[in-house]
């Protein structure tokens, strides 16, 4: 366990809070305690950084904004002291429709729902139902492409999601690493649903570029998370907390696990039973 934290970095859905609901009280008043000892908050997430995400802290009533973010998965980092944003290189649209065209049996005999994020990207196959109707809750709509590979793939992206049941989930990743696994990276987020995007980019990565801009040590950062995708994070910092709910592959890389699920203010009940 590191004693010296000089930044902290969480995933959001299902770490700090149940997807879609707003920050635990204990997990405000934690990050509140960190922020005024001067301890480097941030958010490292799968979503793309909009100016939305850039002012969750206040949308979550902190009285203060996230020091940095980042987003795509280690694809997007930005800096709120100075307002900069580093990004990664989009995927070309005739690599998305290579990927389109090599996935596309595969995408039809299971209905499952794809869709494109980054770069204004709302283009969609297969999403419907309860879906559709989370993401128009939310004030985001997707424009139905389904069948449609050239519409598409209209404009570049940062990376695919495919979402289906946990029991397709294998299948999708071995047929999509047999053929792109050389040049990108499949990684799961959420049981069922995986993410596409180029290789070398990650959470543990983007966490170090902004580390290493600040002149803070990896050994001296917290991380936690609950899923795959975290997994770059949890290992690159000085200490990673997988949390009660993560999956079994996460939980066995972590340095801990809270006592506590996400539901339950897991990572604040860890901050304040070790650090405050």
Known sequence: MIRNIK??????DMTLTFKGADLPPLVAQAFTLLHE???KLGLATGREITDKLKHQGKTWGLPFEFDFIIGMNGGMVYDSEDGTMWCTELLTTDEMKAILEYMMPLIDKYEISVNAEGGGNHNAMYIRGELLASARRHGFDFVDKTGDIDGFCERPAYKFLFRSTPENEAEIRQTFLERFGGDYQIIGTFPGTVEA???GIDKGSGMKRYADKRGISMGNIIAFGDNENDN???????WGVALKNATDATKAIADDVTEYDCENSGVGHYLFDHYL
């Open 37 to 39: 000892q001067g301890v």
């Open 232 to 238: 770059s994070l949890l290992t690159a910092c000085g």
């Open 197 to 199: 995007m180029r290789k």
């Open 7 to 12: 930044a902290l970095a969480a995933d959001i």
